[in-house]
Antibody
Framework: EVQLVESGGGLVQPGGSLRLSCAASGFTFSSYEMNWVRQAPGKGLEWVSYISSSGSTIYYADSVKGRFTISRDNAKNSLYLQMNSLRAEDTAVYYC??????WGQGTMVTVSS | DVVMTQSPLSLPVTLGQPASISCRCSQSLVHSDGNTYLSWFQQRPGQSPGRLIYKVSNRDSGVPDRFSGSGSGTDFTLKISRVEAEDVGVYYCMQGTHWPPYTFGQGTKLEIK
């Protein structure tokens, strides 16, 4: 069964950092492009970042550029999102998604003092 | 960035009746490769999103055939031929032609009358 499981969310103060992880199983992780998409409480979907299957191509939304870093470890079937300089407006459920077709269950990030 | 505008934002429907959601884009979604990268997603209450339709009219595996997508250029439609109770949720359109960034519509909340 294809599965994506996010972890690493939590409560962090403004200006703080957090690292999200996404563990993939049930498919050949190294063959697929991956994305992070977030959803603020009661709001719609916002694409955050993309990484190619090899990790050689990376894109970010303007709202997170310079603060967030996407990466992957194909040997560990894992996707990551390093989030620095967090702001209140980064509060959201963060989903990892394979090709934007298969989505994980999400992990909640709350930025608040 | 491409702006995606959905209507209606709220859609009360009687069980067994059809439903239709419109998605209009600020520019044509025809890619230089000839494809049109317009997808539809369903998010049931308390769940993560799941893709229903890709490239305008292609249903993802396991999606019931009561769901259909159509349209071209800047105007697209998701239709449900006969609404069932399990169809309650929020529906999003998303463009993948002019990316980054991927952009989503605001979401249409389907409820049972």
């Amino acid at each position: 069964e294809v599965q994506l499981v996010e972890s690493g969310g939590g409560l962090v103060q403004p200006g703080g950092s957090l690292r999200l992880s996404c563990a993939a199983s049930g498919f050949t992780f190294s063959s697929y492009e991956m994305n992070w998409v977030r959803q603020a409480p009661g709001k719609g979907l916002e694409w955050v970042s993309y990484i190619s299957s090899s990790g050689s191509t990376i894109y970010y939304a303007d709202s997170v550029k310079g603060r967030f870093t996407i990466s992957r470890d194909n040997a560990k079937n894992s996707l990551y999102l390093q989030m620095n300089s967090l702001r209140a407006e980064d509060t959201a459920v963060y989903y990892c998604a394979r090709d934007l077709e298969i989505w994980g269950q999400g992990t909640m990030v709350t930025v608040s003092s | 960035d491409v702006v995606m505008t959905q209507s209606p934002l709220s859609l009360p429907v009687t069980l067994g009746q059809p439903a239709s959601i419109s998605c209009r884009c600020s520019q044509s979604l025809v890619h230089s490769d000839g494809n049109t990268y317009l997808s539809w997603f369903q998010q049931r209450p308390g769940q993560s999103p799941g893709r229903l339709i890709y490239k305008v009219s292609n249903r993802d595996s396991g999606v019931p055939d009561r769901f259909s997508g159509s349209g071209s250029g800047t105007d697209f439609t998701l239709k449900i031929s006969r609404v069932e109770a399990e169809d309650v949720g929020v529906y999003y359109c998303m463009q993948g032609t002019h990316w980054p960034p991927y952009t989503f519509g605001q979401g249409t909340k389907l409820e049972i009358k």
